[in-house]
T-cell receptor
């Protein structure tokens, strides 16, 4: 069975602090995808990043960076110099493809989410 | 480019009633997936439709159903509502298969069951 664990339920930081959101996943599949989504108060989830299981390169996008480590089954997300606008719920998600040779069928599992509050 | 539109945004129903929620995906997106978000269970996948066919289904009872029309718009229906069905229902569309691609979400339909 697949599982995503975001152990941090809530994090509170002061603006300009760096913050890391942890994500640990479980799957026996060799091919899978990992995602991070941001959910602001308005409700809609916003895509941040996608990684497939064969690409362990870390990525940086502005103040955001992601650290993917297959050895520890982790896909952590760091916000550098946090801002009030970063306040939101952040979800890590895992998807696996079920059909052989096809990406049409699969499962998408979300973690419980981490609520980040950035105070001015 | 218009985003994913969900209607209604808010609704209140009583136990035993049924409800239909609507989702209009981004133009050109053929995959539409639905999710239930509750404080207790978090964000859970309901089902996915692609070109009017249900391709994937999560672990929800048969009271939860859906369909997709030829213009890719989708509806989900919940029959015989229970208190535990109170949730934010999110719809997402994607250009490619939902398990590999970027999902574009709507703002959700918040259902309250009394």
């Amino acid at each position: 069975a697949q599982k995503v664990t975001q152990a941090q339920t809530e994090i509170s930081v002061v603006e300009k602090e760096d913050v890391t959101l942890d994500c640990v996943y479980e799957t026996r599949d060799t091919t899978y995808y990992l995602f991070w989504y941001k959910q602001p108060p308005s409700g809609e989830l916003v895509f941040l990043i996608r990684r497939n299981s064969f690409d362990e390169q870390n990525e940086i996008s502005g103040r955001y960076s992601w650290n993917f480590q297959k050895s520890t089954s982790s896909f952590n997300f760091t916000i550098t110099a946090s801002q009030v606008v970063d306040s939101a719920v952040y979800f890590c998600a895992l998807s696996v493809i079920m059909g052989l040779g096809s990406s049409n069928t699969g499962k998408l599992i979300f973690g419980q989410g981490t609520t980040l509050q950035v105070k001015p | 480019k218009a985003g994913v539109t969900q209607t209604p945004r808010y609704l209140i129903k009583t136990r035993g009633q049924q409800v239909t929620l609507s989702c209009s995906p981004i133009s050109g997106h053929r995959s539409v997936s639905w999710y239930q978000q509750t404080p207790g269970q978090g964000l859970q996948f309901l089902f996915e439709y692609f070109s009017e066919t249900q391709r994937n289904k999560g672990n929800f009872p048969g009271r939860f159903s859906g369909r997709q029309f030829s213009n890719s718009r989708s509806e989900m229906n919940v029959s015989t509502l229970e208190l535990g069905d109170s949730a934010l229902y999110l719809c997402a569309s994607s250009l490619v298969e939902f398990v590999t691609g970027e999902l574009f979400f709507g703002e959700g339909s918040r259902l309250t069951v009394l």
